[in-house]
Every structure is written in C-alpha cells, then in structure tokens.
C-alpha cells in the first residue's frame, strides 16, 4: 500500500478540537491515493476524538505527540508512508480543484501552497488579508502554514522538519529553511478555505497588525541560519 500512496496528510489537532471533521469530508475524495494522519497532543486519548460510527471514507488514523505544532507534524512525517508531505490546519477547507491541484502536485521537487481565502465566520475585512497573504507569498516567496504546505518526504528530510525549539512561527521557519536549500516555489493557484474566527474574537485591526508584526519578526530572525542549520552536514 505504503508505495500507492502518493500524499500523506499531516493534521495537527489541539486538545478538544473538533474542525478536523469536515476536513476529513472534503479529503474523502482522495480515497486510495492518501493517508490522512491526526496527530494530537500526547495524553489526548485519541478515541475520544472519533466516535465509533465516524464513517470515514479515507484512511485516517492517530498519532500522539508532544505540544507544541513542530513536535505533532514532525511526529506525524515520522510516520507517513506517503511520497509528499501534505500538512493542513484543522480548520482548513477544501473543494475538488484543491484536492486535485494537490494530488497533481504529487512528486514534484518544490515547496507548493495554496492561495488563502476566509470562511464567513470572520469580518469582511478578511478579504485584505487574504490579498495579503497572496501578494506576500508570490512577491516576498514567505506562504504560511495556513496555506497547505506540500513537499516531499526526501526534501523535507533534508531541511530537517519544523524546528521543535519554536513555540510559533514553524511554518515560516520551514520556507526560510526550504529557501536556504535552494527549493523552488510552486504557487498551485487554487485556493485554501480558513476559519475568520480569530479575526472576530479578536478583532480585525488588532489580528492584522499583530500578525504583521509577528512577520517582520520572524523574518528578521530566521533569514538568518542558526548554528544548528549550519552546522548540518
């Protein structure tokens, strides 16, 4: 089976999270071509998450993992038998052309992602964000984690998975990292649905200006190679 499979899903699942499962429906088409792997944090029964009439159509299973989102999708990479990496938030939504753009993307020597856009659970104003988040990943090469990150196994092997010592920003360490190595881009030009939640807790302008500052930050620090990259053979 392991050599059929051409993506392994990576979902990294928060104690009581419960997006997962509609993520699950929108992956159902990929039956026999993926594995989906939920990976929580560790001391989470994983069985209290599915309940015994689920009726996935997809091959899913659990993985535990210490906290920390590096630690689940490294824990969850460990254990993929897929030839590319696919790793998706929760809370991520997709329609047939994202399942088929990623499904295409399949063996390709690149770092591919997707283009964002806000579920109607957030403020209207989620809009600029989402043409932000386009223009600073084809202008400035930086996509986020909330894009679908999809590489393969061999590739991220090499740059050395998500670094665990970050309480944040992985997903951008990871393309800093992918960048260094010298690995191409690959924009799918088909869009990635996220929750606007945050953005409505929290409100719009205090979320964007404190992702934005937050950006500047970790571009600032990992542009930079740390000892630890350098001194990998």
Do not use: C
Request: net charge positive; no cysteine.
């Amino acid at each position: 089976m392991a050599a059929r499979l051409k993506l392994s899903i990576i979902v990294p699942v928060g104690p009581g999270e419960t997006a997962w499962r509609g993520l699950l429906e929108d992956l159902a088409v990929l039956e026999g071509a993926a594995e989906v792997i939920l990976v929580a944090v560790a001391g989470e029964s994983p069985r209290s998450f599915v309940p015994a009439d689920h009726g996935l159509r997809i091959s899913a299973h659990w993985q535990e993992a210490p906290p920390g989102r590096a630690r689940q999708q490294n824990a969850g990479a460990a254990a993929a038998q897929g030839e590319t990496l696919w790793f998706l938030h929760a809370d991520s939504r997709l329609n047939a052309a994202a399942t088929d753009a990623a499904l295409a993307f399949s063996g390709r020597a690149a770092l591919g992602y997707f283009d964002l856009e806000f579920d109607a659970d957030g403020p209207w104003l989620t809009r600029l964000n989402a043409l932000g988040a386009r223009l600073r990943s084809r202008w400035l090469g930086l996509p986020f984690g909330d894009q679908g990150l999809l590489l393969p196994r061999r590739l991220f092997d090499a740059i050395g998975g998500f670094d665990e010592s970050l309480d944040a920003g992985e997903d951008h360490a990871l393309v800093w990292a992918a960048r260094r190595a010298g690995i191409r881009l690959a924009p799918l030009g088909v869009a990635l649905r996220t929750s606007g939640r945050r953005y409505a807790e929290h409100g719009w302008l205090r979320t964007t200006l404190r992702h934005a500052g937050l950006t500047v930050t970790q571009a600032r620090r990992f542009a930079r190679p740390s000892a630890a990259t350098r001194d990998r053979p």
